[in-house]
């Protein structure tokens, strides 16, 4: 199924995604000024009236781009400004809305009433399937190795099994750090490559340097799959836990009905501010540079990989008319 018309101009197919109290306007901004879709997670403007006055910056400042925004709603019952967001979003016409933890047939009728596109995030094919069922055009399939909450699945089990009945926009997301993985996703038949974590160390993301230098530091070892702090599974530095004070290496299970997306999680140590979210894709993330440089060094990773591919399926040339 041909893409959108939003997304006909992309630099790379690349979605940056949201990330709690990382992506401001000041992020946002640069990423789609790069050429890909920028966003952020409608949470992180606060008070809830600085939503609109964010929207206002962006569009501004975004003028004359061709890569479109996205915005983050996290449907979810802790979530007590979802109504009022999705009215600031109706007043931009943001294009594209990302949802996340639930999928709410009312949230994708009023976003298809203002012309956008709605995506919802899943860890597995079930998600998947509901939230096709309640009305999302597209889907982020987020695999094991994701930054902050996600699943357990081998991003080939996901693909496969999303794309065996599903033809329409489809995002592959966990430790795409490099070209090379982003030519990966679409060999795997996704639209996108939806990277969050590379975009921690860059100079505009809103990020302690500390946090961005240990993910400069960092490789997949690093990482802690832990439900303790949110009550859902996620992905953390394995430095910030034990500055907490806790053993990354014996760590409770999470109590799932506290779960309060945005205010500091279960345990002392506030989620997201001090436990440091991260992918296990780190290892190719080896200096702290503007978003621009960033993109840039992807750019040329992924045409690399392009033609090394073209050299590798050629000694395959007996598989190919
Ligand atoms: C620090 C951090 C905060 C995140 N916050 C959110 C969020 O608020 N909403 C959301 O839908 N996903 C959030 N995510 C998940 C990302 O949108 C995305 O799925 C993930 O970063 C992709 O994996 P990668 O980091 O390995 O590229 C967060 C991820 C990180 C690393």
């Known amino acids: ?23 401001t306007p000041h992020l946002v901004i640069a990423q789609m000024r790069s050429g890909i879709v920028g966003s952020f997670p409608a949470l992180n403007a606060r008070p809830a009236s600085q939503l609109d006055e964010w929207l206002c910056e962006i569009e501004e400042k975004t003028e004359g781009c061709a890569a479109p925004l996205a915005v983050n709603l996290i449907v979810h019952k802790s979530n007590n400004r979802l109504q009022e967001d999705l009215k600031v979003l109706e007043k931009h016409k943001v294009p594209l809305v990302i949802t996340s933890l ?50 357990p699945q081998s991003p080939f089990a996901l693909m496969q099994e999303i794309r065996a009945w599903f033809d329409g926009p489809l995002a592959l997301s966990g430790a795409i750090a490099c070209g090379r993985s982003i030519l990966a996703a679409q060999a795997m038949g996704a639209d996108f490559a ?27 070892a690093d990482i802690v799959y832990s439900s303790l702090f949110t009550g859902v599974h996620g992905n953390y530095l394995r430095a910030s836990i034990t500055a907490a004070g806790l053993d990354p290496d014996n760590l409770p299970e999470g109590d799932k009905t506290q779960m309060d997306f945005g205010s500091g999680g279960n345990t002392a140590a506030k989620a997201w501010k001090d436990i440091w979210g991260s992918g296990q894709g780190i290892g190719a993330i080896s200096s702290i540079e503007p978003v621009e440089s960033r993109i840039a060094a992807l750019e040329t990773q992924y045409r690399a990989a392009m033609d090394a591919l073209r050299d590798r399926v050629g000694m395959a040339s007996h598989l190919v008319d």
């Open 194 to 220: 939806y990277i969050g974590t590379p975009f921690i160390a860059t100079n505009e993301a809103n990020a302690a340097s500390e946090y961005k230098q240990a993910i400069v530091d960092g490789a997949a």
């Open 1 to 23: 199924m041909p893409l959108p018309a939003p997304f006909a101009s992309l630099r790379l197919p690349v979605i940056a995604a949201p990330m709690f109290i990382v992506s």
């Open 102 to 151: 639930g999928a709410m047939p009312e949230v994708n009728a009023a976003v298809h009433g203002w012309g956008g596109l709605v995506f919802h995030d899943v860890i597995n094919d079930r998600f998947a399937r509901k939230a096709v069922e309640k009305g999302a055009d597209g889907l982020i399939a987020v695999a094991a190795g994701a930054g902050g909450h996600a699943g």
